[in-house]
């Protein structure tokens, strides 16, 4: 029944605020960018947070204080479907636009809100679209917009952080702007590990310290998933050992 009626929520609460969806198209239409983005973070960070509590998590968020001031691309390690709504309601004050597997830009409702946010779409098995995605990206933050990725391409099956891909520092390296990795775990057992039923339990997010690729070599950006990668599997480590503890 929990389930039920979090999806029934989840769908009720996305029709409800159509009006206010083309109210602030209107305002995008207009050139009113910042008053729109303005409104749109606070909506959909607050419909976000709602989501996540009436899932049951409690939710623990420590080293927002080293999020940098201005455009960055967020990194982090992908646990599971509640990942999202953990980035859009915590990650901040602001609700950063993600790059998304393209599946995500078929559901209807979503992808309105979604690219409202300018988020970008990624088909991973199209070499070419994938580029062409990434550069959207990468303008988008070239604007004045964070971008938040998870490096791994996918949710992993095990818990366990996977190989970080290249293609997601891309964006950064266009733009020489910081890298933040950041860390999210128990996302998965709200619903993926217990058969796609959702049940409540802790969920963190910590945000590691920014990396900065202002005077970055060819080399150090080579090098640069395997380190973010490393210290999000790290710091992954360190929280499930204090959470035993």
Request: with cysteine; proline share 5%.
């Amino acid at each position: 029944m929990h389930t039920i009626l979090w999806f029934v929520y989840f769908w009720l609460y996305l029709i409800a605020v159509l009006p206010f969806y083309w109210y602030l198209r209107r305002l995008e239409k207009r050139g009113e960018q910042a008053r729109c983005d303005a409104l749109l973070h606070r909506t959909v960070g607050r419909w976000a947070r709602r989501l996540i509590r009436a899932a049951g998590a409690k939710v623990t968020v420590d080293g927002l204080e080293k999020m940098p001031a201005g455009p960055a691309v967020y990194v982090a390690n992908h646990q599971g479907y509640f990942d999202i709504p953990m980035v859009l309601g915590y990650l901040g004050d602001d609700t950063k636009p993600l790059v998304a597997k393209k599946q995500i830009d078929r559901i209807p409702l979503i992808r309105r809100w979604m690219r409202l946010l300018h988020c970008v779409f990624i088909d991973r098995d199209n070499p070419r679209r994938a580029v062409a995605a990434l550069n959207e990206a990468a303008d988008w933050v070239a604007k004045g917009y964070s971008m938040v990725i998870f490096p791994e391409g996918t949710r992993s099956k095990t818990g366990e952080v996977a190989e970080f891909k290249s293609g997601a520092f891309k964006i950064a390296q266009k733009n020489k702007v910081p890298v933040v990795p950041f860390v999210l775990d128990g996302t998965a057992e709200l619903m993926e590990r217990n058969g796609y039923w959702i049940h409540g339990g802790p969920v963190r997010m910590r945000v590691l310290d920014p990396i900065d690729t202002g005077s970055y070599t060819k080399e150090d950006w080579r090098a640069l998933p395997a380190l973010c990668e490393e210290r999000v599997r790290q710091a992954l480590a360190e929280m499930r050992a204090e959470r035993q503890s």
